[in-house]
């Protein structure tokens, strides 16, 4: 490992859905128009999804989560101020509430036109949106065991980003549906181990050399090393429908990936636990998000969101102050203090069906927060 300290560099991709305000329901063929302005103000920043009602933004390398919060913002009220010129709006939401997956149709690239033929109907129902983080590793091996170390804290994270508890009009009863969709899906889910970066290659390069996959960008794990930079990128959020949600989500992954670095430089390192008992957190955060706790594998115990998120935030003070996002981890009390997107749609469906609303009014009373937290605060 290079005795230079890694840059911890931030970047954040994040996934919306276009909607038709009037409707509720998806754009399911969004102009052509929209997508040319779209790029003409911001480049390679933005670009089409596997489906046409998605778009997909991606901050710069940022060296601060305050410079990532500066490029959301901006790259949010430009996708909402074009689609607005077009009758149509982005929602930040792992799922649509009512909308049919059946309807839409796949983007016309040949990447997508391979994933449709290969994955057929488990690639056709990927309505979903996430949220990508990646920070700045420049080391492979350094990359790759810190990402099987933080694979512990992947659950912790997503239970703070729920955003899909509908689908196809339904409450599901999950706090993140958008996951069980996705892992339909091969090669998802919490990364493999290896012993070194080398063994990884190996094994990545026998499914390349098969035909089966055509690069490690095709191991949609809920973390990995990116084939793209030179960063360990975070994959196993939902997209969060409030900005402030996002920033701090975020610094929470960029600080705890300097946490383990610091415990490695200090040659220590966080235990390592099965994924067996990773996976039932795992499981935990996708059906409960902060409701009802998740396992302390030390103590063989529930221990309460509150005071795992708590102890997080203890953990990372130190890394927090360094990378200048202290502000946001502490935030997350507030995350859990008031609920996740999550939680807020249901609240809004439901006190809407009590006040004497019926289904399809309730739901379209879900889309209208969703469109206007989105925007909340640009």
């Known amino acids: 490992m290079s005795d ?16 038709d305000p009037k409707t509720r329901d998806l754009a399911d063929e969004p102009p052509e ?30 060296q601060t989560i305050d410079d990532g919060r500066e490029d959301l913002s901006r790259l949010r009220k ?7 010129k077009h009758g149509l709006a982005p929602i930040a939401a792992s799922t649509h509430p009512f909308s049919q997956w059946q309807a839409q149709q796949h983007t016309d690239k040949e990447r997508y036109h391979v994933l449709a033929q290969d994955m057929q109907a488990v690639a056709r129902r990927l309505l979903i949106c996430g949220m990508h983080v990646h920070v700045g590793l420049d080391d492979d091996e350094l990359r790759f065991d810190l990402m099987i170390q933080a694979s512990y ?18 409450d599901t009863g999950l706090k993140s549906y958008r996951l069980s969709v996705f892992d339909e ?18 094994h990545v390069n026998v499914l390349i050399k098969a035909g089966t996959i055509k690069d490690a960008s095709m191991l949609w794990w809920d973390i990995r090393p990116s084939t793209a930079f030179p960063t360990l990128e975070m994959r196993i959020t939902d997209v969060c429908t409030r900005l402030e949600d996002t920033c701090s989500i975020a610094a929470l992954f960029q600080c ?7 415990l490695r430089r200090d040659n220590q390192r966080w235990r390592m636990y099965a994924n067996m008992l990773i996976n039932e957190n795992r499981w935990r955060a996708q059906r409960y998000g902060l409701d009802d706790g998740l396992l302390d594998f030390g103590k063989g115990a529930m221990v309460p ?8 935030i203890d953990m990372v003070a130190e890394d927090a102050e360094a990378l200048k996002c202290s502000a946001e981890i502490k935030r997350l009390r507030e995350i859990v203090k008031h609920g ?38 640009l």
Not at 154 to 170: C, E, K, R, Y
Not at 305 to 312: V, Y
Not at 340 to 367: F, P, W
Request: hydrophobic share 40%; glycine share 4%; proline share 4%.
């Open 305 to 312: 969101s509150a005071d795992l998120i708590d102890e997080l």
């Open 340 to 377: 996740t997107s999550a939680h807020r749609q249901r609240a809004v469906y439901y006190q809407s069906i009590e006040s004497g609303m019926t289904n399809e009014d309730a739901l379209d009373a879900v889309v209208d927060m969703l469109i206007d937290e989105t925007v909340m605060g």
């Open 153 to 170: 804290f992947l659950p912790h994270i997503l239970a703070l980003s729920t955003s899909s508890p509908f689908w196809q009009g339904t």
């Open 256 to 262: 705890i990936i300097r946490m383990l670095y610091r």
């Open 4 to 19: 230079k300290e890694p840059s911890f560099t931030i970047g954040i991709e994040e996934e919306y859905l276009l909607v």
């Open 185 to 202: 899906l091969p090669r998802t889910g919490l990364p493999e181990r290896f012993d070194s970066y080398a063994e990884y290659k190996r």
């Open 78 to 84: 430009t996708v909402a101020d074009v689609a607005s």
């Open 33 to 62: 128009e929209l997508w040319a302005e779209c790029e003409e103000r911001l480049g390679d920043l933005i670009k089409p999804e596997f489906l046409k009602s998605q778009i997909e933004v991606a901050t710069g390398v940022c």
